[in-house]
Antibody, heavy 120, light 108 residues
């Protein structure tokens, strides 16, 4: 059974940094594209970033490009999202999601999410 | 960027009724790479449909997807109590991946 467990969320002040983790199990982690999606309180879903199975290719939405960095540790089956220069509008639940074996794929498994609150 | 517009924003129906949800894209979705997700309060989204019309593993056959190009539909043939939720469409054929704003299906 695929399991994704996010951690690392919390309350931070504007301008600070935070690193989210997503521990994966139940599948061959290194074979799949992984993605971060967020959801602001009471709002819809927003795709943020994706990383290829080998970790060498990654993509970002314009809203986080230059501030967020996606990475993965295939030896420990863990996905990361390093967030810097955080803003109030980054307040959201952050989900990691499993993609397919190539870039063109839907998200077939999701974690339960971790809440990030950016406030002074 | 492909903008997905879902309608209606809210659908008020009774259990047993048919639900028809629309997702319209601002430009053609490549190879019908269109997915539908269901989200209940406090839960993560769950994949229902991919490739516009293929049901994900374990999804009841009362859920069906159709459409191509720029117009897509999710149909729930007979609403069960557990189907009242928010539904999102998403395209995964172009970058950046984008979601619709969601349709809430509520109990009438």
């Amino acid at each position: 059974e695929v399991q994704l467990l996010e951690s690392g969320g919390g309350l931070v002040q504007p301008g600070e940094s935070l690193r989210l983790s997503c521990a994966a199990s139940g599948f061959t982690f290194s074979s799949y594209v992984m993605t971060w999606v967020r959801q602001a309180p009471g709002k819809g879903l927003e795709w943020l970033s994706a990383i290829g199975g080998g970790g060498s290719s990654s993509y970002y939405s314009d809203s986080v490009k230059g501030r967020f960095t996606i990475s993965r540790d295939n030896s420990n089956n863990t996905l990361y999202l390093q967030m810097s220069s955080l803003r109030a509008e980054d307040t959201a639940v952050y989900y990691c999601a499993k993609g397919g074996g190539n870039w063109v794929s839907y998200f077939d498994s999701w974690g339960q999410g971790t809440l990030v609150t950016v406030s002074s | 960027e492909i903008v997905l517009t879902q309608s209606p924003g809210t659908l008020s129906l009774s259990p047993g009724e048919r639900a028809t949800l629309s997702c319209r894209a601002s430009q053609s979705v490549s190879s019908n790479y269109l997915a539908w997700y269901q989200q209940k309060p406090g839960q993560a989204p769950r994949l229902l449909i991919f490739g516009a019309s293929s049901r994900a593993t374990g999804i009841a056959d009362r859920f069906s997807g159709s459409g191509s190009g720029t117009d897509f539909t999710l149909t729930v043939s007979r609403l069960e109590p557990e189907d009242f939720a928010v539904y999102y469409c998403q395209q995964y054929g172009s970058s950046p991946r984008t979601f619709g704003q969601g349709t809430k299906v509520e109990i009438k």
